[in-house]
């Protein structure tokens, strides 16, 4: 046996095992994962977007998060072609994805999001709502046009959380994702760059993780209890990209610890490059880490397969294929659980079935210009 066949039956092998979240089992470890694609006009996902994610379960990815959905808070968006998780036709739409994801073998989640600060006045899809934030701040220290959240501010959106991921679990969806990564809402309150707050939701690690947690609580409350609540969280901003929640475990676990007591059953530990180590003297990387520290299933992400740059590749200039020979090792080491893929897997809706089918070399290489497409 040649040492690529080798390696391929070796992906196949680790790769099929089937991995449990709460009640969920999900068929095998591929994730595919969240990608903003902005082709839902109004907020309502068509046949396209549809059949873009079940071809990809069709193809084996054993967990479809799907791309950020904004939920029912009026400053949540910036765009009336990202999907929404709120209103009838919208739900309509997406729970004919589930269903079509679930006909091709596959398990779904969408990821609920609020983009903050990061949201400008005037845009769409309602152009008077205001930015709002922590602090009223952006992630490159800028003060433009917004507020900082008032308690009932802060309800408003915990309020709307909850009620996305009830109407999740009632139309069909295997469970939900919190985004709370690269420096949206969420992640604005964890980190100090963005949260200057001086009352219960500010200050060190475990107060800015307030917010966080009572929203992961009042989703937990809301949902059945075998319901999977997942939480993406990152170091790295869009607009930092050297940003840190935590410069050492002990800070991590501080921050993670208050999100798994308030009931998050996975985390998604987002990461550029899945193989760079996290903190100095250990080989483990952010998801590694993560489960080490909370003992909860964890999901890796960064470049997988992809060899290149990370923003040149958005940019264009295209990442080529690499191995993932380490990403193996770590799997069976169980570093990690779960590997989520993103620019391969939007590159190839047949990543999957290739990787799990010794075809190694039909995997293309990433080309920005996917994005132009559902392919």
């Known amino acids: 046996m040649s040492a690529t066949a080798s390696s391929a039956s070796r992906a196949a092998e680790i790769l099929s095992r089937p991995v449990a979240l709460n009640g969920l089992t999900v068929p095998n470890r591929i ?28 193809a084996g990815v054993g967990l479809i998060v799907t ?40 398990t779904i989640v969408p990821q609920l999001w609020h983009i903050g600060m990061v949201r400008k006045q005037g845009d769409p899809p309602y152009a008077d709502a205001p930015a709002v934030g922590p602090s009223g701040i952006r992630v490159d ?18 309020g709307a959380f909850a009620e996305a991921a009830a109407d999740a679990e009632r139309i069909g969806f295997d469970g939900v994702e919190l985004h709370g990564a690269h420096g ?50 990152s170091q790295w901003k869009q607009e930092a990209y050297d940003a840190r929640l935590a410069e050492d475990p002990e800070e991590l676990e501080a921050i993670l610890t208050p999100l798994a007591a308030a009931g998050v059953d996975a985390f998604h530990a987002s990461t550029r490059r899945y193989w760079l180590p996290e903190f100095e003297g250990s080989d483990l ?5 993560t489960k080490k520290l909370t003992g909860r299933p964890t999901i890796t992400v960064g470049s997988v397969s992809l060899d290149g740059d990370f923003i040149r590749a958005f940019a264009g200039e295209g990442a080529p294929v690499r191995g993932i020979d380490n990403l193996l090792d770590r799997l069976e080491r169980d570093e990690f659980d779960m590997v989520a893929v993103g620019r391969a897997l939007l590159q190839d809706p047949e990543w999957a079935a290739k990787v799990l089918g010794d075809r190694f070399e039909e995997l293309k290489p990433y080309d920005a210009a996917a994005l132009k497409t559902l392919n």
Do not use: C
Not at 34 to 58: H, I, K, L, N, Q
Not at 75 to 82: E, F, H, K, L, N
């Open 31 to 58: 994730v595919m994962a969240p990608m903003t694609r902005m082709f839902s006009p109004g907020g309502v996902p068509g046949e396209d977007v549809r059949s873009y994610y079940a071809r990809r379960a069709a």
């Open 67 to 106: 791309e950020g959905t904004y939920v029912g808070h009026d400053s949540a968006g910036q765009s009336d072609r990202v999907p929404r998780f709120h209103g009838e036709e919208q739900l309509a739409g997406w729970a004919k994805v589930a269903e079509a994801v679930h006909a091709a073998g596959g």
């Open 141 to 158: 220290g800028t003060e433009r046009a917004g507020k900082a959240m008032s308690k009932g501010d802060l309800d408003d959106v915990i």
């Open 184 to 233: 949206y809402l969420l992640d604005q309150f964890l980190w100090a760059g963005t949260n200057r707050r001086t009352d219960a939701y500010g200050g060190d690690p475990v107060a800015r993780t307030k917010f966080a947690a009572e929203i992961v609580a009042a989703v937990r409350e809301t949902v059945s209890p075998d319901f999977p609540v997942i939480f993406r969280y």
């Open 285 to 289: 990387n952010l998801a590694g880490w």
